[in-house]
């Protein structure tokens, strides 16, 4: 008896770790932004766009804000600022240009 209980469980602990994806959206493989903030997924820079905040952008645990044509980066939504993220999102680079250049923009 104990057996055919621990073949059942052999047989069905597979199918366990499969899950069903209904629709064409595909959830990013990203950190979700902290909930104090509200935002939004925009898959054309690959990067969560922070609303009420123009030109703040979450990814992976670190923010992202464009001020003055240049890049900044902090753990937090309010700051403190540092310039020049070594790595950041390539959608970003493509929607604002290279840091200087005094063109891009948009924001939210």
């Known amino acids: 008896m104990k057996l055919r209980y621990l073949l059942c469980l052999v047989l069905l602990l597979p199918l366990a770790a499969c899950t069903v994806q209904v629709g064409g959206h595909h959830p990013n493989p990203y950190y979700a932004p902290p909930a104090h903030v509200e935002w ?6 690959d990067a969560y766009v922070v609303l009420g905040w123009p030109h703040l952008y979450y990814r992976d645990r670190t923010y992202y804000r464009w001020h003055d044509n240049h890049w900044y980066s902090s753990s937090r939504h309010d700051g403190p ?22 063109h891009g923009g948009g924001g939210y």
Do not use: T
């Open 40 to 45: 939004r997924w925009d898959p054309g820079i």
């Open 81 to 102: 600022w540092a310039k020049g993220p070594k790595r950041m999102p390539p959608g970003l680079s493509k929607k604002y240009g290279k840091p200087g250049r005094g």
